[in-house]
């Protein structure tokens, strides 16, 4: 029996809907707005103001580039939110240049392609005993045993926070970027009355539970205590400025929810993926893959975690014959861009040596693209590599579930059985 990665095939989706992904991605949606109407305009069911969303793969490209034209700094996320808010929960994620660039210059050095690589063997470990442990089980959920722990586990080693810490810290991040999921929070964005945790990152009382933890890392830094590459974050800038307090702790959050996250959704679908089509081990075990890296790219842009990041009209603008205006949101759609056929052939399959793949998972091409990328690649990548090692097969024995939310995509549960060597 196959269990697809699934795809919706209504092609009227309300992309507004914390519900809009739960059956999987809603790619018969974004299939119709490339081709008639890439610069589509979106209500909000929730009363909020609405949106504009671009779809195309060329058009994410070109204006994903005009920071000038499209401001982070007015927030990230679909939601509406009040001068105030933004400058309570913003990261670096929410500024622009130049106070975007003098912070990620001090924290990239840390999640560069060499430094992360010096990270391999660390990471290989982590992978190896994860699959000793749940391998041995022959049967179980490949998110809870495999994608959810190794992520997490290789952060807390480069932030410099106890290992033990790792499931708690995993725990409120689920809370916070998972908000509107009831399998990851108590506290559902959408069900309950969330005003008054609206200047707190994902409006989430988990972010109360993980701003006193940085609470206590700053205390240890102040005193002098190196703490992995969070002392990075806290240095001057070229130009004098520096980190504050609330700014580290918003930034604190962003790492435990989103370097969890992105990368623990891209592992599950590349399990899914090997679950679902013999023909992938197959080849990865007879050493057919001319690049790991390039492999791991192509689960990353099939995965496609982060569906989309809003920006903010700067000026008047028009494109595609639709009139933007100042102060309009406007919705980078990356997900969409990475099922683009003008852009990448035959999108909707999987490709391991696929020779161009400009995929868009990370935000390329703009000045926001995600930190962690190589970090992500080379775990997705050594899995994959892992996995071939160690099975002779393996097949998914019951339906998966679909994380609820229109901000992140995932499946969340993957029951599967393995045959080990």
């Given at each position: ?135 041995a089980e022959g049967e179980f959920d490949a998110v809870d045993r495999i994608a959810r722990r190794l992520p997490m586990q290789m952060l807390a080693q480069i932030m410099g926070v106890p290992q033990e810490d790792g499931p ?6 689920d809370a916070l970027i998972s908000n509107a999921d009831p399998d990851y929070t108590n506290f559902v964005v959408d069900q309950l009355d969330s005003d008054a945790y609206r200047m707190l990152p994902f409006r989430s009382p ?124 406007v919705l980078l759609w990356f997900l969409s861009g990475n099922r683009d056929e003008t852009a990448i052939a035959d999108p909707y399959r999987i490709d391991l040596m696929r020779q161009r793949n400009p995929f868009l998972a ?60």
């Amino acid at each position: 029996m196959s269990y697809a990665f699934s795809r919706q095939t209504d092609p009227h989706v309300d992309l507004s809907s914390l519900d809009a992904f739960n059956e999987g991605a809603p790619f018969a949606t974004f299939d119709r707005m490339r081709r008639e109407d890439p610069m589509a305009w979106s209500d909000m069911a929730s009363g909020e103001t609405g949106f504009w969303s671009v779809t195309r793969h060329a058009d994410l490209l070109e204006l994903n580039r005009q920071a000038d034209l499209l401001s982070s700094a007015r927030g990230i996320r679909m939601e509406d939110q009040s001068p105030e808010e933004v400058e309570a929960r913003k990261t670096f994620q929410e500024t622009d240049a130049p106070h975007h660039r003098g912070f990620r210059a001090l924290v990239s050095k840390a999640f560069s392609k060499s430094t992360v690589a010096q990270f391999e063997d660390q990471i290989r470990k982590i992978v190896t005993e994860l699959l000793d442990v749940a391998l041995a089980e022959g049967e179980f959920d490949a998110v809870d045993r495999i994608a959810r722990r190794l992520p997490m586990q290789m952060l807390a080693q480069i932030m410099g926070v106890p290992q033990e810490d790792g499931p708690w810290l995993v725990e409120k991040g689920d809370a916070l970027i998972s908000n509107a999921d009831p399998d990851y929070t108590n506290f559902v964005v959408d069900q309950l009355d969330s005003d008054a945790y609206r200047m707190l990152p994902f409006r989430s009382p988990a972010a109360v539970d993980l701003f006193d933890y940085a609470n206590g890392l700053l205390d240890r830094m102040d005193a002098g205590e190196q703490i992995g590459v969070l002392n990075l974050c806290r240095e001057p800038t070229s130009s004098g400025a520096q980190m504050s307090r609330d700014e580290f702790r918003n930034f604190f959050c962003l790492l435990v929810a989103a370097g969890n996250d992105t990368t623990r959704y891209s592992i599950s679908a590349t399990i899914h993926a090997l679950a679902n089509d013999p023909a992938l081990l197959g080849q990865l075990q007879r050493g057919e893959i001319a690049s790991w890296e390039a492999a791991a790219d192509e689960m990353i842009r099939y995965a496609s975690p982060t569906t989309h990041f809003r920006r903010t009209a700067m000026r008047d603008f028009t494109f595609h014959d639709r009139q933007v205006r100042e102060g309009d949101k406007v919705l980078l759609w990356f997900l969409s861009g990475n099922r683009d056929e003008t852009a990448i052939a035959d999108p909707y399959r999987i490709d391991l040596m696929r020779q161009r793949n400009p995929f868009l998972a990370f935000g390329q091409g703009g000045p926001h693209i995600c930190l962690g990328m190589w970090l992500a690649k080379l775990e997705v990548a050594i899995v994959l590599q892992e996995l071939a090692k160690r099975l002779t097969g393996i097949e998914q024995v019951a339906d998966h579930a679909y994380l609820r939310s229109n901000f992140i995509h995932g499946i969340k549960h993957l029951p599967v059985r393995v045959r080990a060597r």
